[in-house]
Nanobody, 116 residues
Framework: QVQLVESGGGLVQPGGSLRLSCAASGFTFSFYRMHWYRQAPGKERELVATINEAGSSTNYGDSVKGRFTISRDNRKNTVYLQMNSLKPDDTAVYYC?????????WGQGTQVTVSS
């Protein structure tokens, strides 16, 4: 079965850092473009970052540009999100998504809370 399992979320102070991981199984990971989304209470889900199949190209939402870095390890079937200089507005559930053509798979999400 297809699975995407996020981990690494938690509570962090403003200005701190976290590294999220998303472990994939049940499909050919290297064929898929990978994405991180987030959703805060009462807000729309927003795209945070995207990385292409080979890991050679990345894109970021304006709100995280310069602070977050997406990367992937196709040998480990894992995509990462390094989050630095965290702000309270970064508080959200973070979701991993894999996409290829009309196919897409979602993880269950991991909570990130930025608070002093």
């Amino acid at each position: 079965q297809v699975q995407l399992v996020e981990s690494g979320g938690g509570l962090v102070q403003p200005g701190g850092s976290l590294r999220l991981s998303c472990a994939a199984s049940g499909f050919t990971f290297s064929f898929y473009r990978m994405h991180w989304y987030r959703q805060a209470p009462g807000k729309e889900r927003e795209l945070v970052a995207t990385i292409n199949e080979a890991g050679s190209s990345t894109n970021y939402g304006d709100s995280v540009k310069g602070r977050f870095t997406i990367s992937r390890d196709n040998r480990k079937n894992t995509v990462y999100l390094q989050m630095n200089s965290l702000k309270p507005d970064d508080t959200a559930v973070y979701y991993c998504k894999a996409s290829w053509s009309s196919y897409e798979h979602w993880g269950q999400g991991t909570q990130v809370t930025v608070s002093s």
